[in-house]
């Protein structure tokens, strides 16, 4: 059973090939033209797809020795995410299933950083909870089975991912700044500064209101110093990141104590941040969790998490036909 999947939900064209659920190749073309603007813009990432898709898909079948003909089925992300980088990872994926006489498998993005976890072990056992964080989404999630996710909490105005941004531009890093601030957090002091935590009921998240407390803070520290984020970049970073991290691992810990789960994972592009790594295997010590973090190539967007949804969609037959279209919202 091979299983071509696409991905092209934002900014990185990617193509995989799965073989009885083993990933047998997974490349990605990031877009570097986006870094000159200060985050993704969605024009100039929709034109970038329509250049890489076909030399990702080919060299993505060459590195798994496997040929069109080959091939059981086509997959591809349906959404959420920018509607004009999904159209064209569509269209390509219906096109070629097309033409090919092959069914079509469209897949949830969000649903398929979970089931990232099941690409290579250890994998995590059913029931398990998955905090899956990245550029637009922040969610706890209760994971029954790969067909059956329930969202128990998430950000009720902007996501983590964002925050780790739109701090790192405030302090003139360039895009995208959530990797520096990470990078400049190793060396910092996480207790320099403090930033107040948001009461949120229930497992939700809201990020908001950290993001205008760190943009007043810097405002009146820099009236005081006008080189204070030069000076104390590290602490600022440290500090920043330790508040972020907090927020999220406060609501998981409160997650997995009212819901008895001690299977415990983190997925999405934030899953990638050190500070959040480890900080949660520590706690998963303390607590007696069994933590789960994927490898890093499959924490950011990748068509090998999209191939492995697409692998268990397979085996249900949960097939869509040429009629599909993209979705940039999308529910779970």
């Known amino acids: 059973m091979n299983i071509?999947?696409?991905?092209?939900?934002?900014?990185?064209?990617?193509a995989a090939v799965i073989t009885n659920g083993e990933i047998r190749s997974n490349v990605?073309?990031?877009?570097?033209?986006?870094?000159?603007?200060?985050?993704?813009?969605?024009?100039?990432?929709?034109?970038?797809?329509?250049?890489?898709?076909?030399p990702v898909v080919d060299k993505a079948l060459n590195d798994a020795k496997v040929t069109k003909k080959d091939l059981d089925a086509i997959a591809f992300t349906k959404g959420p995410g920018l509607l004009g980088a999904l159209?064209?990872?569509?269209?390509?994926?219906?096109?070629?299933?097309?033409?090919?006489?092959?069914p079509l498998i469209d897949v949830n993005h969000m649903q398929a950083h979970v089931l990232a976890h099941f690409i290579s072990d250890p994998k995590p056992a059913f029931p398990f909870l998955c905090?899956?964080?990245?550029g637009g989404h922040t969610q706890i999630v209760k994971v029954i089975s790969p067909a059956e996710m329930e969202i128990i909490g998430e950000t009720k105005d902007d996501a983590v991912g964002e925050?780790?941004?739109?701090?790192?531009?405030l302090l003139d890093l360039p895009y995208?700044?959530?990797?520096?601030?990470?990078?400049?957090?190793?060396?910092?002091?996480?207790?320099?500064?403090?930033?107040?935590?948001?009461?949120?009921?229930?497992?939700?998240?809201?990020?908001?209101g950290i993001k205008t407390?760190?943009?007043?803070?810097?405002?009146?520290?820099?009236r005081a110093n006008p080189n204070f984020i030069t000076e104390n970049l590290k602490d600022i970073c440290a500090s920043i990141q330790f508040t972020l991290v907090n927020i999220l691992l406060k609501k998981l810990k409160k997650a997995a104590r009212e819901t008895g789960i001690r299977e415990i994972a983190i997925a999405g592009g934030v899953s990638a941040n050190s500070g959040l790594r480890t900080t949660l295997l520590e706690l998963g010590e303390t607590l007696g969790w069994k933590v789960y973090i994927p490898e890093f190539e499959y924490c950011t967007d990748n068509a090998a998490m999209i191939a492995m949804a697409a692998?268990?969609?397979f085996l249900n037959e949960d097939f869509c036909d040429q009629t599909v279209s993209p979705a940039a919202r999308m529910e779970f």
């Open 131 to 134: 905090l899956t964080v990245s």
């Open 311 to 313: 692998h268990y969609k």
């Open 176 to 208: 995208p700044g959530g990797p520096l601030i990470d990078k400049y957090a190793k060396e910092g002091n996480p207790l320099a500064y403090s930033f107040p935590l948001p009461e949120m009921s229930g497992f939700d998240f809201s990020f908001s």
């Open 213 to 222: 407390s760190f943009m007043y803070f810097l405002q009146k520290q820099v």
């Open 28 to 54: 990605v073309s990031t877009q570097l033209i986006h870094t000159q603007y200060g985050g993704v813009v969605p024009e100039l990432a929709s034109r970038a797809h329509q250049q890489h898709i076909l």
């Open 163 to 169: 925050a780790f941004d739109k701090t790192a531009k």
């Open 87 to 102: 159209l064209v990872g569509t269209s390509f994926a219906k096109s070629m299933a097309l033409g090919l006489d092959l």
């Open 4 to 14: 071509l999947a696409i991905e092209s939900s934002c900014d990185e064209t990617s």
